[in-house]
T-cell receptor, first 113, second 108 residues
Framework: EAQVTQNPRYLITVTGKKLTVTCSQNMNHEYMSWYRQDPGLGLRQIYYSMNVEVTDKGDVPEGYKVSRKEKRNFPLILESPSPNQTSLYFC????????????FGPGTRLLVL | KNEVEQSPQNLTAQEGEFITINCSYSVGISALHWLQQHPGGGIVSLFMLSSGKKKHGRLIATINIQEKHSSLHITASHPRDSAVYICAVYRGAQKLVFGQGTRLTINP
C-alpha cells in the first residue's frame, strides 16, 4: 500500500531534549516536505526536499533541522525543543513537487513542556 | 493579510444541501490544491487545479486564475462530508501556502 508513515504519532518531551520525528514514503517520490499545524495559524511549511541531499527552508524553519540521505526518508530534527514548538506535524511527499498532488502522513502530535 | 483567504471559516448545513467553500489568493500561483482534513486529523488531497474545473463524485472544484479565486462545491451533502477543507497554493514550484481552513458540519 502506497503511504507516508511518521513516527512517533504522539510525543511528550521537555525543553531542550533533542528529538527526531521520522518520515518515510514507499512511492519513490522525489519531493518531501514537513509542515506544522497550529490553531489559528493553519498549516505552515517548515522544510522541503527536492531530492537526496537537496533541502531548502520553508516559511518557519527556525529551530528545526532536516536531512535527506535516502530518497524514502526525511527526518525532522529538533535539536533543542522549546514549548513554542508544541504543534501537530505532518510530513508529505509528491512525485516531483512541481504542482503534483501531495500525500500526507498521519501526523505527529508533539507537546514540549 | 494572509496570502490565502478562505470563506466561510465555519459552515453548518443540513444533509442534502449544496455547499460552496471559497478560496481567494493574493499572489501569483502555479497551481491550487484542495485538501480535506478528517476529524481524526488525517489530510487527504481532493483536487489539484491550474485552470478550469474538475469533478470527482459529488465534489467539484473550479478556479479562475484572472480573479485569483477558487471554489469547492459539494452536491447532495452528507454527514460524512463533515471535515475541515483547506485550500493551498503553490507559490513557485515547491512552496505550498495554506488557507486557514473551513470547518464544515453536515447535520442529518
Amino acid at each position: 500500500e502506497a503511504q507516508v508513515t511518521q513516527n512517533p504519532r504522539y510525543l511528550i518531551t521537555v525543553t531542550g531534549k533533542k528529538l527526531t520525528v521520522t518520515c518515510s514514503q514507499n512511492m519513490n517520490h522525489e519531493y518531501m516536505s514537513w509542515y506544522r499545524q497550529d490553531p489559528g495559524l493553519g498549516l505552515r511549511q517548515i522544510y522541503y526536499s527536492m531530492n537526496v541531499e537537496v533541502t531548502d527552508k520553508g516559511d518557519v524553519p527556525e529551530g528545526y533541522k532536516v536531512s535527506r540521505k535516502e530518497k524514502r526518508n526525511f527526518p525532522l530534527i529538533l535539536e533543542s525543543p522549546s514549548p513554542n514548538q508544541t504543534s501537530l506535524y505532518f510530513c508529505a511527499s509528491s512525485l516531483n513537487g512541481n504542482q503534483e498532488t501531495q500525500y500526507f502522513g498521519p501526523g505527529t502530535r508533539l507537546l514540549v513542556l | 493579510k494572509n496570502e490565502v483567504e478562505q470563506s466561510p471559516q465555519n459552515l453548518t448545513a443540513q444533509e442534502g444541501e449544496f455547499i460552496t467553500i471559497n478560496c481567494s489568493y493574493s499572489v501569483g500561483i502555479s497551481a491550487l490544491h484542495w485538501l480535506q482534513q478528517h476529524p481524526g486529523g488525517g489530510i487527504v488531497s481532493l483536487f489539484m487545479l491550474s485552470s478550469g474545473k474538475k469533478k470527482h463524485g459529488r465534489l467539484i472544484a473550479t478556479i479562475n486564475i484572472q480573479e485569483k479565486h477558487s471554489s469547492l462545491h459539494i452536491t447532495a451533502s452528507h454527514p460524512r462530508d463533515s471535515a475541515v477543507y483547506i485550500c493551498a497554493v503553490y507559490r513557485g514550484a515547491q512552496k505550498l501556502v495554506f488557507g486557514q481552513g473551513t470547518r464544515l458540519t453536515i447535520n442529518p
